[in-house]
């Protein structure tokens, strides 16, 4: 799983939200990654919280997203 942890602003990356709040410090480079890691959380919150929402936010400004 490939990560991308660089703050350069034109580069796009995918990042995994929880209730449109950030997951973990993570941004994937790839999709892919990103879909592994939200079935991850999915799984969690089908548990604890099922009222939650998980979702993948494609962005070229990660850290705007807290």
Known sequence: MK?????D???????????RRRTSDRNF???????????????ICRNYDPSS???IVRTNKPRKIR
């Open 29 to 43: 480079i790839n999709e892919n990654d990103a879909k592994i890691e939200a079935q991850y959380w999915i799984g």
């Open 9 to 19: 602003p034109q580069t796009e990356v995918y990042v995994v939200t929880r209730d």
């Open 53 to 55: 929402k998980v979702s």
């Open 3 to 7: 990560r991308y942890n660089n703050h």
